[in-house]
């Protein structure tokens, strides 16, 4: 089967630095994206890697190895507005996405 | 600049009943899914179109049928609704021009069946 695994709770203080973890294991893999959804909203796209290395937009950065079937969020200089839910998705191959079950981040003052 | 709408936003149904969830984009994406979100397991897949006229399965497929008549539009149609399918909607288009295929949700249907 399919299935992507990422911590279901990662709590963190303001100002500091968060990584959230994803492993992959899928049929075919075309690129990771990171999602990032607050209570009763829409998810909103936040990066992609299709290549490995680093991808980095403004306080988030994303990153990929395609060899250990492994991505990270970063996400620096927390703020509250950035407690939410946060999810890995792997493009499977002509448009098929399939998502991890999502890491809730708490950012405590 | 609408996006991503669905319509309704809230719905109840009794078991058994049959009723169509409505997607509509305005951004000219060639790509459309649905998905279902249920607590603790992410956004599943249900059916995905990559064109008008073009529709396949997802993961989670049963019970759901799909049609792409529009670029536009991309209605969801629950046959015989079941409280198993209770659940949260969501539908997302793509550009398929766009390397990074960046999807842009809609604000979900909260689906409650009784």
């Known amino acids: 089967g399919q299935s992507l695994e990422q911590p279901s709770e990662v709590t963190a203080v303001e100002g500091a630095i968060v990584q959230i973890n994803c492993t992959y294991q899928t049929s075919g893999f075309y690129g990771l994206s990171w999602y990032q959804q607050h209570d009763g909203g829409a998810p909103t796209f936040l990066s992609y890697n299709a290549l490995d290395g680093l991808e980095e937009t403004g306080r988030f950065s994303s990153f990929l190895s395609r060899s250990d079937s492994y991505g990270y969020l970063l996400l620096q200089e927390l703020q509250m507005k950035d407690s939410a839910s946060y999810f890995c998705?792997?493009?499977?191959?002509?448009?098929?996405?399939?998502f991890g079950a999502g890491t809730r981040l708490f950012v405590k003052a | 600049n609408a996006g991503v709408t669905q319509t309704p936003k809230f719905q109840v149904l009794k078991t058994g009943q049959s009723m169509t969830l409505q997607c509509a984009q305005d951004m000219n994406h060639e790509y459309m899914s649905w998905y279902r979100q249920d607590p603790g397991m992410g956004l599943r897949l249900i059916h995905y179109?990559?064109?008008?006229?073009?529709?396949d399965q997802g993961e989670v497929p049963n019970g759901y049928n799909v049609s792409r008549s529009t670029t536009e539009d991309f209605p969801l149609r629950l046959l015989s609704a079941a409280p198993s399918q209770t659940s949260v909607y969501f539908c997302?288009?793509?550009?398929?021009?766009?390397?990074?295929?960046?999807?842009?949700f809609g604000d979900g249907t909260r689906l409650s069946i009784l």
């Open positions: 997302a288009s793509s550009d398929r021009g766009q390397s990074n295929q960046p999807q842009h």
């Open positions: 998705a792997v493009n499977t191959g002509g448009f098929k996405t399939i």
């Open positions: 179109s990559v064109g008008a006229g073009i529709t």
